[in-house]
């Protein structure tokens, strides 16, 4: 599986707010493990998830759970901070399986915005999306979608069918929706129409 992590777990007994603060004083996150009919009530080693979710993209990798010895893959749904701090507080992981297509957000990654004509003539780079949900298996699990800009012009905008997915990646939108654009004057477009 491509861009895999392993944390090593153990078993919570007990749920709620008292066990969970007392997880936290022990330097661990509570988390649960849901899915495939499953629950697992579990803690982890608080610095060694901190380190992986500071690099950012925790929600596009698949997470190899080692639990007493059982390893569990899963991707993680979602990360409670602290409203102050920012730190981690709880997160909730979803177990997955190698056959079965899951859902999540690949980051919007630009390239070539300093080689752009259309940025260097004054247009502006307009960021629709900053991540689009798609389906994959989880072998297929990429971090990124690249959008290269490059060759647009002014006035021009860059929808989801123009963009060359990773194999196997789906939108979960079937529409063609808009990616990015390059807003400028209505003049800087006749110019650019004229040049070409």
Same mark, same amino acid.
Do not use: W
């Given at each position: ?6 944390? +090593?777990?153990?078993?919570? *007994? #007990?749920? $709620? ?5 007392? %997880? /936290?004083?022990?330097?661990?996150? !509570? ?29 596009? +990798?698949?997470?190899?759970? *080692? #639990?007493? $010895? ?5 991707? %993680? /749904?979602?990360?409670?901070?602290? !409203? ?37 003539? $004054? ?6 999306? /900053? ?66």
């Amino acid at each position: 599986m491509q861009n895999s992590v392993e944390f +090593k777990a153990e078993m919570r *007994n #007990l749920a $709620g707010t008292g066990p969970a603060r007392a %997880t /936290r004083r022990e330097g661990k996150i !509570p988390a649960v493990i849901y899915g495939l009919g499953q629950e697992y009530n579990i803690a982890l080693v608080e610095k060694d998830f901190v380190k992986e979710y500071e690099k950012g993209n925790i929600g596009s +990798k698949v997470i190899n759970i *080692n #639990l007493d $010895g059982k390893i569990i893959s899963v991707i %993680t /749904r979602e990360v409670q901070s602290h !409203p102050v701090t920012d730190r981690p507080r709880h997160i909730d992981f979803q177990q997955i399986e190698e056959q079965t297509p899951v859902k999540i957000n690949l980051k919007v990654k630009i390239l070539n915005e300093a080689k752009s004509t259309a940025i260097k003539r $004054g247009g502006l780079l307009n960021l629709v999306l /900053r991540q689009v949900q798609v389906y994959c298996l989880p072998s297929q699990i990429h971090q990124k979608i690249e959008v290269d800009v490059a060759d647009l012009k002014i006035g021009s905008s860059l929808h989801i069918n123009d963009i060359k997915l990773p194999e196997g990646v789906t939108p979960l939108d079937k529409s063609n929706f808009v990616i990015l654009s390059i807003a400028g004057r209505a003049d800087e477009t006749e110019g650019e129409e004229q040049a070409s």
